[in-house]
T-cell receptor
Framework: GIQVEQSPPDLILQEGANSTLRCNFS?????LQWFHQNPWGQLINLFY???GTKQNGRLSATTVATERYSLLYISSSQTTDSGVYFC?????????????FGTGTRLKVLA | DSGVTQTPKHLITATGQRVTLRCSPR?????VYWYQQSLDQGLQFLIQ???????AKGNILERFSAQQFPDLHSELNLSSLELGDSALYFC??????????????FGPGTRLTVL
């Protein structure tokens, strides 16, 4: 089945720094979402981005579907950005549609 | 707030027991998805229901079952619980059908601890 790999697995930043998180997928996908899981476990939608580029405040994302990767950019990081960032891809296999999550990037932003 | 609600927030039970987790989708959404997040397996898709019918199945154990009711809320039933079933269980919803490819909105999760 499709493989979804995220890098780096762990990231420590000083407050104010910028970072780029990457999501690689091994096959064509129907869609892609980025999530932030906060320290309380809640999954927060960041972007629904099957292709192209989107921006929301300090966050932006780019998906290049033909090259099978997506990037999440975090600028001027804040301590509240800490948590785990997941990408999830939607794929259709044998006529059924399902979401496959990557293993996540654990981000810690230091004050 | 995603608009998806899940109850209970926390559940502590013993091995061998049976529990029911409940999910109410966003208003207007017809599709409900269940996911399990455990320490060793990460976030895994379990099952999807669309307008009361099972639409897709993932890595769901035979001890687990789900259903979606006419009012579109869904329940995930976990039976003969084992220690390894301890996890965070998420429910997500979207409009489903031809729009299954649309983004999914996740509830706050139910944290299950099996002792």
């Amino acid at each position: 089945g499709i493989q979804v790999e995220q890098s780096p697995p762990d990231l420590i930043l000083q407050e104010g720094a910028n970072s780029t998180l990457r999501c690689n997928f091994s096959d064509s996908v129907n869609n892609l979402q980025w999530f932030h899981q906060n320290p309380w476990g809640q999954l927060i939608n960041l972007f629904y981005i099957p292709s192209g580029t989107k921006q929301n405040g300090r966050l932006s994302a780019t998906t290049v579907a033909t090259e099978r990767y997506s990037l999440l950019y975090i600028s001027s990081s804040q301590t509240t950005d800490s948590g785990v960032y997941f990408c999830a891809v939607g794929v259709t296999t044998s006529g059924t549609y399902k979401y496959i999550f990557g293993t996540g990037t654990r981000l810690k932003v230091l004050a | 707030d995603s608009g998806v609600t899940q109850t209970p927030k926390h559940l502590i039970t013993a091995t061998g027991q049976r529990v029911t987790l409940r999910c109410s989708p966003r208003s207007g959404d017809l599709s409900v998805y269940w996911y399990q997040q455990s320490l060793d397996q990460g976030l895994q898709f379990l099952i999807q229901y669309y307008n009361g019918e099972e639409r897709a199945k993932g890595n769901i154990l035979e001890r687990f079952s789900a259903q979606q009711f006419p009012d579109l809320h869904s329940e995930l039933n976990l039976s003969s619980l084992e220690l390894g079933d301890s996890a965070l269980y998420f429910c997500a919803s979207n409009s489903g059908g031809r729009s299954s490819y649309n983004e999914q909105f996740f509830g706050p999760g139910t944290r299950l601890t099996v002792l």
